[in-house]
């Protein structure tokens, strides 16, 4: 215990080191400036202005550097776009990889006598992008509502974060040498980008440029970043214009027929490997409840009927929500814990009768 508590002072010693410094340098300038003042020939009053000013300064560097310790040590949300800093913080604190390069715990490749292995593909809401136990995401709710059955059942994620169809068809490989028998598919609505020429990559890194002024604090202040990004601005407007291009990739007949085929195919493949197939399809959380999108679950539903697949599409229930009732937080549009409990549930509805044991 002793040396854990060296360990986390040395860390701390080492990662605060520049307020640290700014502090003592502060405190010794305005004792050694204060002093000075004391001892001068001055009036009384332009000392008390003198002593006002020094000691405000001191404040100010000491309220600073409190709310910077409490962005990088204490504050605890993460960031969907990846640009603020506190979202690295986040994902030290709360994601682990396994050896399959995904956030669960290790897999078990041989499959015992009567277990049904139920594999998860999606992009960062399987994944649970945003939640912080991995108990509170839809897969692992599912998995506790099923043995609960009685039913004998291990639920894989295997969800990875910014993937697309293309990149999930590709993360099905996992699921099939896991030998699971049923593979549900997180289903959202910028999987139709395609892996060359990514719109929302190109967005990204658009928005993500700041003057070299800024730049240079937000490297050595987590909470002048955060301050940056909340009083910008172009945080809502990179929102839209991501939301904007995920809509026009299916306005894009060229493109949309690739996706259509490429979901075709890779429900057939699954079809051909004797594995049964769930769909489970998530709103644009963002748009909630004004929804322009919902053309496009329609389209995709039929897409999904024609192959044989009655998707399980949430906008049905969310679409009188409000979207502050269902996102992680003021930076992150993810589904929260409720609405993944809600997945969890429509999902074990859909399950259950699947299973023989």
Known sequence: MLLNFWYRFLYFANDFSFYL?????????????????????????????????????LFIVLIYSGFEAYF???????????????????FKRHVV????FVRDREFIREKKEGLTKIGVIGDSIAM?????????????????????????????NLGESGANTDREIVNYDKAKKLNCDIIIWEYFFNDAQPSTNDQGTKILIKENVRGKIATLISNYSYFFDYAYWRLSARYEKTFRE????????????????????????????????????????????????NYPAKDIHVTMGNIFREN????????????????????????????????QELAAQRLYDKILPMLTH
Do not use: C
Request: proline share 3%; charged share 30%.
């Open 72 to 90: 990088r040590y204490k504050f605890d949300e993460s960031d969907s776009l990846g640009f603020l800093k506190v979202n690295g913080r986040w």
């Open 308 to 339: 044989g697949i009655e998707p399980i599409d949430l906008l049905d229930d969310l679409k009188n929500k409000y979207t502050k009732d269902l996102i992680i937080s003021r930076f992150d549009y993810h589904p929260n814990v409720g609405v």
């Open 97 to 100: 990889f396994n050896s399959y």
């Open 242 to 289: 991501l939301r904007g291009a995920d809509i026009a990739s299916y306005k894009d007949e060229k493109n949309f027929q690739r996706h259509k085929d490429a979901v075709t195919s890779f429900i057939k493949q699954v079809k051909d490997d004797n594995k049964k197939a769930v769909v489970i399809i998530f709103p644009f959380m963002y748009f909630l409840p």
């Open 21 to 57: 410094i700014l502090i003592s340098i502060s405190a010794l300038i305005v004792t050694f400036k204060s002093f000075k003042v004391h001892k001068s020939n001055l009036p009384d009053k332009n000392k008390k202005i003198w002593f006002v000013i020094l000691f405000s300064l």
């Open 128 to 156: 649970g992008y945003g939640i912080k136990n991995v108990d509170d995401r839809f897969s692992n709710i599912l998995e506790k509502k099923l043995k609960n059955a009685g039913k004998n059942v291990e639920v894989y």
